[in-house]
Structure formats: C-alpha cells, structure tokens
C-alpha cells in the first residue's frame, strides 16, 4: 500500500459515544494483563493464562512502534475510563489489513468488541487505505465469529489448517471491503445474512418410467451403484429446470419435469455434507426411448429400464428406498417427504 508521509501526527482517539479507541499508556499495562484469563489463553493458543508485566509491555511496545510506520495500529478500547480490552490492524501488505481483539474478563456481552472492530474497520479504510479488511476467527469461537459478522465482516469460507488454538484445523475467514455499501444500508445487511445463514446442497433428479412401471437408471463412472437421472442444482438455478438440464447434458434426452414428487432430505454421508433432494415426476415413456440416449462419457456408462427388483439390487439401499417412496407418490399412496428414503 502506498505509505503515509512518516510525519503523520500522533495516534488518534476514536469513540462512538459509549466507547473509546485510544493509544497505549503505561499506566494501562498492568490492569490489561490482570485482565486476561482463560478463555483468552485458550483462543490465541497462549501457554501462560497472565501474561507478565514484561510480556505486555513487550506487547504494547510492539503497537506504538507499528503505528509509526502504520504496519501495526492497536489500541485500548475503553469504556468509563477503564481498558476493557484491545483492538489492532496488521498491515499484511497490498492494501490488505488483518484484524485482532480481546475483552478482558468482566467486560465481556456489552457490545465493546463489535463497536471496537466497527470503528477499527472505519479507521483502517478511511485514514489507512486499505481496501480489504479481514479476520480469520476458529470456527468454534462462537462468540468473536458475532462480534465480526455484528461489525459488518462477511464470511467468506473455511480457511484450512493449523489454528491459534492447539487441536484447531482452520480459520473462518471474514472480511470487509472499502466499496462494500455501508452497515445501515439494506443491501448490506441483507448480503451479510447471505454470507452466514446456512446454505443447503440441492440435488435435482426426474422419475421417468415405461408402460410397465419400470424406472430409468443410470449407471455411473464414478460410483458402482446405480441412480435417477439429474444432478447438482446450481447456484440461483431453478430445482425444476435443473433436473431437466442435467438430462439433456447427460443423456441428450429432451424431458421436461413435471410435478414435484419427492423431498428427500440426505444425511451427511461418505464425505459429503447434508443435502436435499427434489424428484420430479418426468412421465411415462415408451422403452424405444433408450435408443434416443446419447450417454456423456464422463459420467454415464449406460442407461436402463429397471424393475423394482433391479433397482434393489444395482442401487445403494436409500436410492431404493427414495425410488419406492417416489412411485408410490405418483398414485397418491405414499409420502411426499422422506429422510433417506424413509
């Protein structure tokens, strides 16, 4: 990033009216490291839950020599005229800043830690220059995880590998740009929602049968037991649309999905994460219409009309059971939604 002259005055005081982000004072060492505990010891993977007077200082030498350079800016967070806790950026280069905090025992479930990471951000666009603010948060730490998405930090995935935290395997990783709109504005709110709020897999699949109630499977590449026709649901995609897509790429067959038979949902199993699936009904076809099948070689070996008994036998059990449930939809004689095929 492109440095300030070195002669940028001292380091300011920010508050919101209830808070206040200043410099360190010496007078603020000993109450801070009085202050720690251990749940603060336990998140940063520190080895002593109180630090010494030398190791804070240390600390706190480390902020007022980076701010004259700007490659590490802390401060106190204070609230009536005490230091509640710590607040800093870290300069990681290309305009890119990395955010850290603490609460110190006490002072915790007030609101500090978000409208100290708040203003931080504020400071760290406005008066740094930096377009890209960010935190990397262990995706146990339930609390710093609110107090980043409260701030108005998007979560943006899984950053994995060793944490702070001994037995950590990753990092969340948040963060807020400068042309992000601003937390007030709706659009904003609504985009940080969308980076949090839980987000299920939906996979799209047709039940097309013959005139003797036999079902289309496919026999696939990658997996040796057999299943419907269809496939992952994209992004902003419509379930209904997909199904009928993935059959055209897949097998060159021109099928539009009917009415929604099935919901099943699938627990998390193999490797893979819960998802949902939607079985729309694809309708009666007459046998000839595997000649017209064009199988995509990257996923399809071949396609078949199955009995029942097949389907058992070429299936793993819960696709069976997801096809029995789908059938028996289609008279009205079963159930529209299932767990696993139950």
């Known amino acids: 990033m492109t440095r300030p002259p070195a002669d940028h005055g001292p380091q300011p005081e920010l508050t919101d009216g209830v808070i206040v982000l200043r410099p360190w ?72 800043g990395e955010l850290s905090w603490t609460l110190y025992a ?23 220059g930096m377009t890209r603010v960010e935190a990397r948060v262990d995706p146990e730490n339930h609390r710093s995880l609110r107090v980043a998405t409260r701030a108005g930090l998007r979560r943006e ?13 990753g990092h969340v990783l948040l963060a807020r740009l400068a042309d992000d ?40 590449t990658y997996k040796k ?8 649901v994209e992004v902003h995609e419509s379930p209904q649309l997909a199904v009928s897509r993935e059959i055209e790429e897949e097998l060159a067959l021109d099928i539009k999905a009917g009415s929604l038979l ?25 046998p000839s219409l595997l000649d017209q099948v064009v199988a995509q070689p990257r996923e399809i070996v071949s396609a078949h009309f199955c009995t029942l008994d097949e389907v058992r036998e070429h299936c793993a059990d819960f696709t069976a059971r997801r096809i029995e449930s789908a059938l028996a939809a289609v008279t009205g004689g079963g159930p529209t939604y299932t767990e696993s095929g139950r």
């Open 25 to 96: 004072r010496e007078e603020d060492i000993e109450p801070a490291r009085l202050g720690h505990d251990e749940e603060i010891a336990y998140w940063f993977g520190f080895d002593a839950v109180v630090p010494s007077y030398e190791q804070h200082k240390k600390a706190v030498e480390s902020w007022q020599a980076g701010y004259r350079d700007r490659s590490l800016v802390g401060f106190v967070i204070e609230h009536d005229g005490r230091p509640v806790g710590s607040v800093d950026v870290r300069d990681k280069g290309e305009q890119v």
């Open 106 to 128: 006490g002072h915790r479930g007030h609101g500090y830690a978000t409208r100290a990471v708040r203003m931080l951000v504020d400071y760290a666009i406005d008066e740094l």
């Open 157 to 169: 995935g899984i950053v994995r590998g060793r944490g702070d935290r001994k037995g950590a395997t």
């Open 181 to 220: 709109p601003p937390i007030t504005d709706p659009t904003s709110f609504r985009a940080l929602l969308n980076s949090f709020l839980p987000r299920k897999r939906a996979i799209s699949q047709m039940l097309i049968r013959d005139p003797e109630d036999r079902v289309l499977l496919c026999r696939l």
């Open 225 to 232: 037991d057999w299943d419907l026709p269809g496939g992952v």
């Open 262 to 286: 099935l919901t099943d949902w699938l627990p998390t199993w193999g490797g893979w994460d819960d998802a949902i699936c939607l079985v729309f009904d694809g309708g009666v076809h007459e």
